[in-house]
Nanobody, 124 residues
Framework: QVQLVESGGGSVQAGGSLRLSCAAS????????MGWFRQAPGKEREFVSG????????MYADPVKGRFTISRDNAKDTVYLQMNSLKPEDTAVYYC?????????????????WGQGTQVTVSS
């Protein structure tokens, strides 16, 4: 099991940027596939982005492609989500999650460990 703590959320105007961080502790961070998910009020949790253990494979949901960038620093046991050109529809609680395995996944049910979430609010 790995413990995850997100940070970096906040309130910005449309067009602004935020950088989310997710610090991991516990089991060896580098074995995990990491994902970012978000959940807006009244909506289901949805996949945002994922990255494999080495950082060589990255996945993005269509609504964030070209605007968000996921990265990881295994030496710091941290995964990041750089969010640019933010839109009001990006408003949500953002969660990072970890799963052990070789294959990437967009399904939140396949992730074993979750952080507590960080709020991102984008105003128009």
């Amino acid at each position: 099991q790995v413990q995850l703590v997100e940070s970096g959320g906040g309130s910005v105007q449309a067009g602004g940027s935020l950088r989310l961080s997710c610090a991991a502790s516990g089991r060896t961070f580098s074995v995990y596939i990491m994902g970012w998910f978000r959940q807006a009020p009244g909506k289901e949790r949805e996949f945002v982005s994922g990255i494999n253990w080495s950082g060589t494979v990255r996945m993005y949901a269509d609504p964030v492609k070209g605007r968000f960038t996921i990265s990881r620093d295994n030496a710091k046991d941290t995964v990041y989500l750089q969010m640019n050109s933010l839109k009001p529809e990006d408003t949500a609680v953002y969660y990072c999650a970890a799963r052990v395995g070789l294959s990437m996944s967009r399904d939140p049910l396949t992730y074993e460990d979750w952080g507590q979430g960080t709020q991102v609010t984008v105003s128009s």
